[in-house]
């Protein structure tokens, strides 16, 4: 059995990559996990989906771009949830949720043109335009900034949607049951008025 195979309410389970790049590029971090001397480490990262592979921004000298330029056992997870499931019961209630775990390999990438795509994505993926209307990076900040490509092995994913499912005595318990979404949405931005006063709102950034 491999790493990745759910083994618990497998009919919730997919294992298709589009899916997974799909997912990714939705969800806002991911949790790297790695081994160090004897500990298990777990650190939120930002992300970039580019074609096949997935890469993780890293700041030169940072311990984690130390471990990971060749690691060989890696693990990425990522989870959004959609919803609260309130059943008549403790024990059925539950989340509705997408969730991805990936295992993998990672090592440091020095390309310039592989960077600049990987961090294109990672910014226009939320505001679609923001990559190409901000400053570039000086050569300064181009030589503290780390980029790592991660290569899947193996992974899977795993959803839940839909209402609570009730013991058949429960069910006309006068207890009210049903799903409380929950929604994570970007807003109305908030200017910086010492710096961005009297500038316009970019177009990428008006979601009303």
Known sequence: ???????????RASYDRNE??????????????????????SIPMLHAVVKDKIYLHASVGSRIL???????????????????????SLFNSSMNYQSAVIFGSTKRITDEIL????????????FKGRFED???????????????????????LKQRTGMPKEEEPDKTLPIWSGVVPLKSEFVE???????SKGIELPDYLKFT
């Open 1 to 11: 059995m491999k790493k990745s195979e759910v083994r618990r309410k497998k009919d």
């Open 20 to 41: 997974l790049f799909e997912f990714l590029n939705k969800t806002y971090f991911v949790t790297v996990s790695f081994l160090q001397d004897e500990n298990i480490f």
């Open 66 to 88: 130390k471990q990971l330029t060749a690691c060989s056992k890696v693990t990425l997870a990522a989870t959004d949830v959609h919803g609260i499931v309130l059943s008549k």
């Open 115 to 126: 960077m600049y795509d990987a961090f294109e994505n990672m910014v226009d993926r939320f």
């Open 134 to 156: 901000a400053r570039k990076p000086t050569k300064n900040e181009w030589l503290q900034t780390a980029l790592l490509e991660f290569t899947m092995n193996e992974f899977s």
């Open 189 to 195: 931005p908030e200017p910086d008025l010492e710096h």
